[in-house]
Structure formats: structure tokens, C-alpha cells
């Protein structure tokens, strides 16, 4: 069973986009353009998405999410790369970026 990613709700919220390029995100896009969630499954499970003729999953690696801390002054962005890194199962590659 595949399951979604879950949020720690009381220490961040999360925004999810698919408008901008991972590079081009700034931090003055990040906090006036991109509508944050608390909802534990707010970044959902949609990152990667079934490939039915390799039989493996794949990363939407233009679905990028910005993770910001509700108590500090910081907000990262990030995207997956692979659903699994080298091969091995259940080891999502990503990457992020502080943006402030």
C-alpha cells in the first residue's frame, strides 16, 4: 500500500505548487503567491504518480512545496526526485532550498 506524506501540524504549514519552476522560486513568491495548509496530509501523496508499463512509481518532480515553520522566521521549498533513491524502496529522493 502507498501511502501519503504527513505533516507535523503544530510546528509547520505547507503550500503546494505546480505553477512555478523549482528555481524560480523565491522567497517573496513563497509568502505572497503560494496559499499554506496545517492539514496533516496537506502535501498529499500525488508527488509521484504510477508508471504501468515500468511497473515502478515516478516523482512529479514539478510539484514543488514550500514548508514553512509556524514558531521561526524560515521557509524552505522542495521537490521530490525519485520515489526511490538508488533503487532502494521506500527511500524518496528530493532536494530543497532555505529561502529565508
Known sequence: MVKGIFINTSKI???????QKFEAITPTYANEKCKY?????????????????TGQYNARTYVNYMIKDKHED?????????FNDNGIKGTPKFEYVLLK
Open 13 to 19: 504549514v505547507v503550500a503546494v505548487d505546480s505553477n
Open 37 to 53: 495548509s496545517s492539514e496533516r496530509d496537506a502535501m498529499g501523496y500525488d508527488w509521484k504518480v504510477y508508471n504501468f508499463t
Open 74 to 82: 524560515f521557509t524552505y521549498k522542495l521537490r521530490f526526485l525519485d
